[in-house]
């Protein structure tokens, strides 16, 4: 069937393509006279949509991924079961879409893997025997090891560690900071978003500019290292919509993805390379005097030492590292520059290179130079809804570890803008804290509790992270599976999915411009909202006082500034505020010099460049030459897919279709060289290990570039080959987007 | 009463190649794992300059102007409705397979629903466009790909963009030159 589909789709499509549209956009910006069109798109007619009559509809919120996309959740009215979870057509965010991830939900919800009841382990450690036992035997089991091995061991000993966020990150921050205990940590943190809000720290003073996007009004897109299609839908939903009204898209990616393929521009970067490029932009806008000169003179801090900085830095020299055409740079550099107004969309390959931090500054002062900070169609900071932030030190009560203690954090030291006040959650360095736990040094950490987090999978070189998990004397984890990590607990505490639980959304990864409301459309066995256990676990260790009586009062002290009750506000829908451009006449920027930083105060004095500065990647043909002998071919774990987001999603059929297998990226040329066919197993090798994967042809990679996908569970793993060793200045990120690697063929791994 | 003509226009220089639609339509229809009414097929390849391009495009029931499975089905279980539309009447379908051989476009498939093994193909969400929905995989589109609409408007989506139809699916794009040259 799917081969005469594609065969089918082959003939239709043909082999000659008209470039002349997006041609003509690059030349009108270019030439100053780009305007923006209508879009043709069909006009939401209000038609009462009928409802079958067996039917209830209950609105909510897709948690499935960060995007968190208004849904409405079907259930039979006589018997409560779930029918169908679908888009929400008058939603003003997503106009009726929702991905794979929100479409599958039902298989979610009512997936007979899912973790009913908690349990406690009677067997040796990760041999699978378990028994059932109550909510109150579980959460006083925790309670009581919490407090033996803080006692034993000091707060530091215990090592309190969470995922992807279900709504509740926060408040499990608070609870390790008011247990006064130093060493909280995701794999994420130094990993994802953290080092692109660090950057805003640091450039714009925690004014998250990098991270908002004024779409609808842009007349240019880069998106820098972000394929929205797989893992942002909605913004992927507006940047199509942006192409329709004429607006240029240009990408930054190693990979042809879905995003470049769309791209008017694409620029094929060599892996952790961006820096080079980034660095070629700003020195082609100010070489060329693109900048907007009144704006840089009102609002930035350093243009002089940044023009200074630069001038070596031509596209020619970025040409040599980064294998992208010193012609296409100019181009990209200026239709960026030109455009009336342009938006930076930023993602995680930059979060994960050798420099993170000082990369996404680059991007940022990119923004800055051309004056596409606050203004219509540029990157625009969101506005408050009134609700309250959970994203504040006040909120996390950050302050409350006193300062000796805080001074215990692993990594304190090396990686202040990681452990210290310039991240947005202090926490500790995870590849450290982890090789502590081996080691027993500087002191020794025996107790882990975990929520919403498969760290056997989502660490970097996670065969380190499971000696040291198989080091734990207590561990304990809270999830909606029995996860490879789960597997390992003492105590396994069963979590409810985002169908069985309220929540206030307030993000700014979701909506420019509404505060949503999610709402619990059902209950599956004894899962529980996470917010709910941590508060009862907080009620045992005697710390109530910083809590809330349970979830719902806590939603409603979230809303309470605004007036409304969450019960009010579900009625509502969403709380509304637009966009307000230009924020900054009124505020300043909260920095050092009350200016955007392109010369960043702050890093330096966290002894950090103050300029983002070209370094070469920590594994690579030129930093490494030797080691690239024996794993010659650079990867990148880089591959996100509509299906999955991370290590979820695996269990539920109508989206393991959808990608049935992990999958190697390869050049067909590479391949064949290597004795590789299309579709057979190789295995994959590293310093830090080596993983299982199935080729995939793609010309839409370099020759010397593979590119994986990472949250497989098992042999499967790519992270197991990410080494450790050499982290970002700064911020203590592994590099996950460009090191160093051997491919060969392989039998399928025996597990 | 003859309902209005409908048809489904599709951009593929819209379509993101998320494969929501995929899911989308087997939620509606209660289809299990397995072969689905559409499938989103990626095609990456060089053209005559040697630039690499990549689409995606969705493919679903044409309800072709000449629908070879009605032919072929001996149980008079695939007909034309009253809006253009082939259609298939479960009840009538024998699973004799006939209609899955005879469809160039592999968009009729034998699956089992509520413990029938029958034909299945796309209606373009009948039911739901009677309750004033959007089709399923219309509604869920990331890229905003999919259009139903009549016979005025597909014509006006049409116009000024290479365009090929077999039946009451119409293709739309501004870069495929040679859009359904090649079909015959």
Same mark, same amino acid.
């Given at each position: 069937?799917?081969?005469?589909?594609?065969?089918?789709?082959?003939?239709?499509?043909?082999?000659?393509?008209?470039?002349?549209?997006?041609?003509?956009?690059?030349?009108?910006?270019?030439?100053? &006279?780009?305007?923006?069109?209508?879009?043709?798109?069909?006009?939401?007619?209000?038609?009462?949509?009928?409802?079958?009559?067996?039917?209830?509809?209950?609105?909510?919120?897709?948690?499935?991924?960060?995007?968190?996309?208004?849904?409405?959740?079907?259930?039979?009215?006589?018997?409560?079961?779930?029918?169908?979870?679908?888009?929400?057509?008058?939603?003003?965010?997503?106009?009726? =879409?929702?991905?794979?991830?929100?479409?599958?939900?039902?298989?979610? @919800?009512?997936?007979?893997?899912?973790?009913?009841?908690?349990?406690?382990?009677?067997?040796?450690?990760?041999?699978? *025997?378990?028994?059932?036992? &109550?909510?109150?035997?579980?959460?006083?089991?925790?309670?009581?090891?919490?407090? /033996?091995? *803080?006692?034993?061991?000091?707060?530091?000993?215990?090592?309190?560690?969470?995922?992807?966020?279900?709504?509740?990150?926060?408040?499990?921050?608070?609870?390790?900071?008011?247990?006064?205990?130093?060493?909280?940590?995701?794999?994420?943190?130094?990993?994802?978003?953290?080092?692109?809000?660090?950057?805003?720290?640091?450039?714009?003073?925690?004014?998250?500019?990098?991270?908002?996007?004024?779409?609808?009004?842009?007349?240019?897109?880069?998106?820098?290292?972000?394929?929205?299609?797989?893992?942002?839908?909605?913004?992927?939903?507006?940047?199509?919509?942006?192409?329709?009204?004429?607006?240029?898209?240009?990408?930054?990616?190693?990979?042809?993805?879905?995003?470049?393929?769309?791209?008017?521009?694409?620029?094929?970067?060599?892996?952790?390379?961006?820096?080079?490029?980034?660095?070629?932009?700003?020195?082609?806008?100010?070489?060329?005097?693109?900048?907007?000169?009144?704006?840089?003179?009102?609002?930035?801090?350093?243009? !002089?030492?940044?023009?200074?900085?630069?001038?070596?830095?031509?596209?020619?020299?970025?040409?040599?590292?980064?294998?992208?055409?010193?012609?296409?740079?100019?181009?990209?550099?200026?239709?960026?520059?030109?455009?009336?107004?342009?938006?930076?969309?930023?993602?995680?390959?930059?979060?994960?290179?050798?420099?993170?931090?000082?990369?996404?500054?680059?991007?940022?002062?990119?923004?800055?130079?051309?004056?596409?900070?606050?203004?219509?169609?540029?990157?625009?900071?969101? &506005?408050?809804?009134?609700?309250?932030?959970?994203?504040?030190?006040?909120?996390?009560?950050?302050?409350?570890?006193?300062?000796?203690?805080?001074?215990?954090?692993?990594?304190?030291?090396?990686?202040?803008?990681?452990?210290?006040?310039?991240?947005?959650?202090?926490?500790?360095?995870?590849?450290?804290?982890?090789?502590?736990?081996?080691?027993?040094?500087?002191?020794?950490?025996?107790?882990?509790?975990?929520?919403?987090?498969?760290?056997?999978?989502?660490?970097?070189?996670?065969?380190?992270?499971?000696?040291?998990?198989?080091?734990?004397?207590?561990?304990?984890?809270?999830?909606?599976?029995?996860?490879?990590?789960?597997?390992?607990?003492?105590?396994?505490?069963?979590?409810?999915?985002?169908?069985?639980?309220?929540?206030?959304?307030?993000?700014?990864?979701?909506?420019?411009?509404?505060?949503?409301?999610?709402?619990?459309?059902?209950?599956?066995?004894?899962?529980?909202?996470?917010?709910?256990?941590?508060?009862?676990?907080?009620?045992?260790?005697?710390?109530?006082?910083?809590?809330?009586?349970?979830?719902?009062?806590?939603?409603?002290?979230?809303? &309470?500034?605004?007036?409304?009750?969450?019960?009010?506000?579900?009625?509502?829908?969403?709380?509304?505020?637009?966009?307000?451009?230009?924020?900054?006449?009124?505020?300043?920027?909260?920095?050092?010099?009350?200016?955007?930083?392109?010369?960043?105060?702050?890093?330096?004095?966290?002894?950090?460049?103050?300029?983002?500065?070209?370094?070469?990647?920590?594994?690579?043909?030129?930093?490494?030459?030797?080691?690239?002998?024996?794993?010659?071919?650079?990867?990148?774990?880089?591959?996100?897919?509509?299906?999955?987001?991370?290590?979820?999603?695996?269990?539920?059929?109508?989206?393991?279709?959808?990608?049935?297998?992990?999958?190697?990226?390869?050049?067909?040329?590479?391949?064949?060289?290597?004795?590789?066919?299309?579709?057979? =197993?190789?295995?994959?090798?590293?310093?830090?290990?080596?993983?299982?994967?199935?080729?995939?042809?793609?010309?839409?990679?370099?020759?010397?570039?593979?590119?994986?996908?990472?949250?497989?569970?098992? /042999?499967?793993?790519?992270?197991?080959?990410?080494?450790?060793?050499?982290?970002?200045?700064?911020?203590?990120?592994?590099?996950?987007?460009?090191?160093?690697?051997?491919?060969?063929?392989?039998? /399928?791994?025996?597990? | 009463?003859?309902?209005?003509?409908?048809? =489904?226009?599709?951009?593929?220089?819209?379509?993101?190649?998320?494969?929501?639609?995929?899911?989308?339509?087997?939620?509606?229809?209660?289809?299990?794992?397995?072969?689905?009414?559409?499938?989103?097929?990626?095609?990456?390849?060089?053209? !005559?300059?040697?630039?690499?391009?990549?689409?995606?495009?969705?493919?679903?029931?044409?309800?072709?102007?000449?629908?070879?499975?009605?032919?072929?089905?001996?149980?008079?279980?695939?007909?034309?409705?009253?809006?253009?539309? @082939?259609?298939?009447?479960?009840?009538?379908?024998?699973?004799?397979?006939?209609?899955? !051989?005879?469809?160039?476009?592999?968009?009729?498939?034998?699956?089992?629903?509520?413990?029938?093994? *029958?034909?299945? *193909?796309?209606?373009?969400?009948?039911?739901?466009?009677?309750?004033?929905?959007?089709?399923?995989?219309?509604?869920?589109? =990331?890229?905003?790909?999919?259009?139903?609409?009549?016979?005025?408007?597909?014509?006006?989506?049409?116009?000024?963009?290479?365009?090929?139809?077999?039946?009451?699916?119409?293709?739309?794009?501004?870069?495929?030159?040679?859009?359904?040259?090649?079909?015959?």
């Amino acid at each position: 069937m799917i081969d005469k589909k594609a065969e089918f789709a082959k003939k239709l499509i043909g082999t000659k393509y008209d470039t002349t549209v997006s041609q003509n956009i690059i030349e009108s910006i270019l030439d100053g &006279s780009h305007k923006l069109t209508e879009s043709k798109n069909k006009q939401h007619k209000c038609v009462e949509r009928i409802i079958p009559e067996n039917e209830t509809v209950i609105p909510s919120v897709c948690f499935s991924c960060h995007s968190t996309c208004e849904v409405l959740i079907y259930k039979d009215k006589n018997t409560g079961e779930i029918l169908r979870v679908e888009g929400d057509p008058d939603s003003p965010q997503t106009r009726g =879409m929702l991905c794979p991830k929100g479409l599958a939900a039902k298989q979610l @919800v009512y997936n007979p893997k899912r973790l009913l009841k908690p349990l406690k382990r009677v067997g040796e450690r990760g041999e699978g *025997k378990w028994k059932e036992i &109550s909510w109150d035997e579980a959460l006083d089991t925790v309670a009581e090891k919490l407090k /033996e091995y *803080k006692e034993k061991y000091g707060p530091q000993g215990l090592a309190m560690l969470e995922g992807t966020r279900r709504g509740w990150s926060r408040v499990y921050t608070r609870l390790t900071n008011v247990l006064q205990a130093p060493n909280h940590g995701a794999a994420g943190w130094a990993q994802c978003l953290w080092p692109r809000l660090t950057d805003c720290n640091l450039t714009f003073g925690g004014a998250q500019y990098g991270e908002a996007f004024d779409f609808p009004n842009t007349h240019c897109i880069l998106a820098w290292g972000v394929n929205p299609v797989t893992c942002w839908g909605v913004r992927a939903a507006d940047i199509m919509l942006a192409k329709q009204r004429g607006a240029a898209l240009i990408v930054v990616d190693p990979y042809y993805s879905e995003t470049a393929a769309k791209a008017d521009i694409w620029l094929q970067v060599r892996p952790d390379t961006d820096m080079a490029l980034a660095l070629s932009f700003i020195n082609v806008i100010i070489s060329e005097g693109l900048t907007d000169d009144d704006f840089i003179e009102k609002w930035t801090y350093g243009y !002089e030492e940044l023009k200074d900085h630069v001038k070596n830095y031509t596209p020619e020299w970025a040409s040599k590292i980064t294998g992208v055409d010193a012609d296409l740079i100019r181009k990209a550099a200026r239709v960026y520059a030109k455009a009336e107004a342009a938006c930076v969309i930023r993602g995680l390959a930059l979060d994960q290179q050798h420099d993170s931090v000082q990369v996404c500054r680059a991007t940022s002062i990119l923004a800055s130079i051309t004056g596409n900070i606050g203004k219509k169609g540029g990157n625009v900071v969101v &506005s408050s809804r009134g609700d309250i932030s959970q994203n504040t030190h006040d909120f996390i009560k950050a302050n409350f570890i006193p300062e000796e203690i805080r001074k215990l954090r692993i990594g304190y030291n090396e990686f202040p803008l990681l452990t210290q006040e310039l991240s947005p959650v202090p926490v500790a360095h995870m590849p450290s804290l982890w090789e502590t736990i081996i080691s027993g040094k500087p002191y020794p950490i025996k107790c882990a509790v975990i929520f919403g987090s498969n760290a056997l999978v989502s660490y970097t070189n996670s065969d380190k992270v499971k000696e040291a998990l198989s080091h734990l004397e207590f561990l304990a984890v809270c999830d909606i599976f029995m996860t490879p990590t789960a597997e390992m607990a003492d105590i396994v505490l069963p979590a409810s999915t985002w169908l069985e639980r309220n929540n206030v959304i307030s993000s700014f990864q979701s909506n420019n411009t509404h505060t949503l409301i999610q709402q619990k459309a059902i209950t599956i066995g004894e899962a529980k909202n996470d917010v709910d256990i941590i508060i009862e676990l907080a009620k045992r260790l005697g710390l109530e006082e910083h809590f809330w009586e349970n979830s719902e009062k806590f939603y409603d002290y979230l809303l &309470s500034p605004t007036g409304y009750t969450f019960k009010e506000a579900a009625a509502k829908r969403r709380l509304y505020k637009p966009l307000t451009y230009e924020a900054y006449k009124e505020k300043g920027f909260k920095t050092p010099t009350g200016k955007i930083e392109l010369y960043s105060n702050l890093a330096k004095a966290k002894g950090c460049d103050p300029l983002p500065r070209y370094t070469q990647s920590f594994q690579s043909y030129d930093s490494t030459p030797e080691l690239a002998k024996e794993y010659p071919l650079i990867i990148t774990t880089g591959r996100h897919e509509s299906a999955f987001r991370i290590s979820e999603n695996r269990l539920q059929p109508y989206l393991l279709e959808l990608v049935p297998k992990p999958y190697l990226f390869i050049n067909p040329k590479t391949a064949r060289r290597l004795g590789i066919e299309n579709g057979s =197993m190789v295995k994959v090798e590293s310093t830090a290990g080596y993983a299982y994967a199935y080729a995939y042809y793609t010309e839409g990679l370099r020759e010397d570039v593979v590119q994986a996908t990472s949250g497989w569970w098992g /042999e499967y793993n790519i992270n197991k080959t990410v080494p450790w060793g050499k982290y970002a200045e700064g911020i203590g990120t592994v590099c996950a987007r460009g090191y160093l690697c051997r491919v060969t063929p392989a039998e /399928e791994p025996v597990d | 009463m003859e309902q209005q003509s409908i048809y =489904m226009v599709i951009d593929i220089d819209k379509c993101w190649g998320c494969k929501a639609c995929q899911v989308a339509c087997k939620q509606e229809h209660g289809i299990p794992e397995g072969s689905g009414n559409v499938d989103v097929i990626k095609i990456e390849q060089r053209d !005559e300059y040697d630039n690499l391009h990549c689409d995606f495009v969705p493919v679903l029931c044409n309800h072709c102007d000449s629908p070879e499975c009605m032919e072929a089905c001996p149980a008079g279980a695939i007909y034309r409705d009253n809006e253009g539309l @082939v259609s298939l009447n479960r009840d009538l379908c024998i699973a004799c397979g006939a209609c899955v !051989e005879a469809c160039p476009y592999g968009c009729i498939h034998i699956t089992t629903i509520d413990g029938e093994e *029958k034909a299945m *193909k796309c209606d373009l969400c009948k039911d739901r466009r009677k309750r004033n929905f959007l089709p399923s995989c219309e509604q869920h589109c =990331m890229g905003k790909a999919y259009e139903t609409c009549d016979k005025q408007r597909m014509e006006e989506l049409t116009k000024d963009r290479y365009n090929y139809r077999i039946g009451r699916i119409v293709y739309i794009s501004r870069k495929l030159v040679e859009l359904g040259k090649n079909c015959s």
